[in-house]
């Protein structure tokens, strides 16, 4: 897989139906935003504007860019057992000269809960293929609180490597849907191996009983054929639903 759709593989993870124990309630841990960070509900859904634009030197440079509408819808399920949620991406309506790239984030995760937060299970492609994740990956912690940092492992090149993430800050976001205070997740990896190297970074802006509000990510990667790519992938909240409501207390 070309580096530019490899970086859009990392997307929304984890979330059970079961509340996590002392979460947002211990009087040590202060919430970087007030709300209800259960940002991934039963009948909740976003749609996006998205935009990728790449760039590839080989014997020669081109540059490629496009957009793309893309869209979530959250549902209860039960997944090995448990309760689960399962997040369904779509893509359509894609423009440029590598639709790929906006194509290869659509499919399905499945995410649980459980202290202390949101848990990738597993992810499906369009075409069935799932990939389990053992451990699973923590993609959120709850509360988030500022300069929180967590890691979790993926596989490139036949070689394990650790992707960090950190709570930098609150910004107020400007998109579509509207404007929101929103957290912000800045995360990395790098990773190489069989003559390949690459490096990828995303930023997620979060906002309290809405979820993901902006989204980029960016990747560079140097091919054992001498080949490098640079990559970059916007997502901007359009609008969103949400017939779940907050929680009883």
């Given at each position: ?177 509207g404007t929101f205070d929103a957290a912000q997740l800045s995360a990395g990896a790098q990773a190489s191996g069989v003559g ?5 970074t995303w930023v997620r802006a979060v906002a309290p009983d809405i979820g993901v509000v902006r989204e980029t990510k960016t ?31």
């Amino acid at each position: 897989m070309r580096a530019y759709l490899v970086c859009a593989l990392l997307l929304l993870s984890a979330a059970s139906l079961i509340p996590m124990s002392g979460c947002g309630s211990s009087d040590d841990i202060q919430a970087i935003l007030p709300g209800d960070f259960r940002i991934l509900a039963p009948g909740r859904s976003w749609t996006y504007d998205g935009t990728y634009w790449a760039r590839e030197i080989t014997r020669a440079t081109a540059e490629y860019s496009g957009s793309f509408i893309l869209t979530r819808a959250c549902t209860e399920v039960d997944y090995a057992g448990q309760p689960a949620l399962r997040v369904a991406t779509t893509v359509s309506d894609v423009t440029g000269d590598r639709p790929a790239m906006a194509q290869d984030l659509a499919g399905t995760d499945y995410f649980v809960l459980q202290s202390p937060g949101y848990y990738a299970q597993a992810h499906q492609t369009p075409g069935g293929s799932l990939e389990v994740y053992n451990p699973p990956r923590l993609w959120m912690p709850v509360p988030l609180t500022r300069g929180q940092t967590w890691t979790w492992v993926e596989n490139w090149f036949g070689t394990d490597t650790t992707a960090t993430c950190t709570v930098t800050g609150v910004e107020t976001e400007d998109v579509p849907a509207g404007t929101f205070d929103a957290a912000q997740l800045s995360a990395g990896a790098q990773a190489s191996g069989v003559g390949n190297w690459l490096q990828y970074t995303w930023v997620r802006a979060v906002a309290p009983d809405i979820g993901v509000v902006r989204e980029t990510k960016t990747s560079s990667q140097t091919l054992a054929t001498g080949e490098q790519i640079w990559a970059e992938i916007n997502l901007d909240l359009h609008n969103y639903s949400d017939t779940y409501g907050p929680p009883t207390p």
